[in-house]
């Protein structure tokens, strides 16, 4: 038995046990494979374990306007969430936004040139062992490097068994 893409947000011929990366193939931030989403490309930098980062570099157009020229909040959103959750991978983390806060400093334009960065704050350490709970944070930037959007983020780690539940193959460790 088939299910429409509507409910699975992949193709039919997914069928079997695909991986956690081609599950994620239409996502709406970075998925190649999704015609309407935002094909958000980024570089992360794993020099300073202390501090991984996860830059993109993004300009978008009138289909995601909000106010007149500028970028609609809840696409602010989804851009620094998307930037923080680049960061679960280098940490060999699968997370899932579970809080994040948004300060709009300054209306975020279209058709410019702009820099989305995420931070890895800390990962609290529980009896001993690496929390489940993963702290980052996330910018957009003007090229000049005024600040226009920021946001900090609670991610929670997930058990791969809930991945195996839900058909989903983890990613090669
Ligand atoms: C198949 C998946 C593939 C996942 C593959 C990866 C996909 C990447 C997607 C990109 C990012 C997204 O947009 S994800 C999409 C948006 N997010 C979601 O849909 C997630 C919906 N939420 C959930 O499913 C669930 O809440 C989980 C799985 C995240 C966590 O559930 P849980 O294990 O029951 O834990 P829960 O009690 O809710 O909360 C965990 C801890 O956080 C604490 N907590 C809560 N709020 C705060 C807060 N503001 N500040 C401090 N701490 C807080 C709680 O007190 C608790 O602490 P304590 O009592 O434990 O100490």
């Known amino acids: 038995m088939t299910t429409p893409d509507t409910a699975r947000h992949t193709p039919n011929s997914m069928d079997g046990n695909p991986t956690i990366d081609e599950r994620a193939n239409h996502c709406f ?3 190649p494979a999704n ?3 935002l094909h958000l490309a ?8 202390e ?11 009138r289909m995601h306007e909000g106010p007149p020229g500028y970028i609609h909040g809840g696409i602010v959103a ?8 680049k960061l679960n991978r280098p940490l060999n983390v699968l997370a899932m936004t579970r809080h ?4 709009y ?13 995420g931070r890895h704050l800390n990962r609290p350490a529980k009896d001993g062992t690496p929390g489940r709970k993963l702290f ?14 920021r946001s900090k983020g609670l991610f929670i780690a997930i058990d791969e068994k809930l991945l195996f539940a839900a058909g989903i193959t983890p990613p090669e460790a």
């Open 100 to 103: 994040m806060e948004i300060d």
């Open 29 to 31: 931030g970075c998925g």
């Open 35 to 37: 015609p309407q989403g």
């Open 136 to 149: 980052h944070q996330a910018e957009i930037q003007h090229p000049d490097g005024t600040v226009l959007a």
């Open 105 to 117: 400093l300054r209306p975020v334009p279209l058709y410019q040139p702009l820099v989305l960065i």
């Open 51 to 61: 501090a991984i980062t996860a830059t993109c570099h993004f300009q978008l157009d």
């Open 42 to 49: 980024f570089t992360t930098d794993t020099s300073n374990p």
């Open 78 to 85: 989804a851009l620094l969430d998307e930037a923080m959750s």
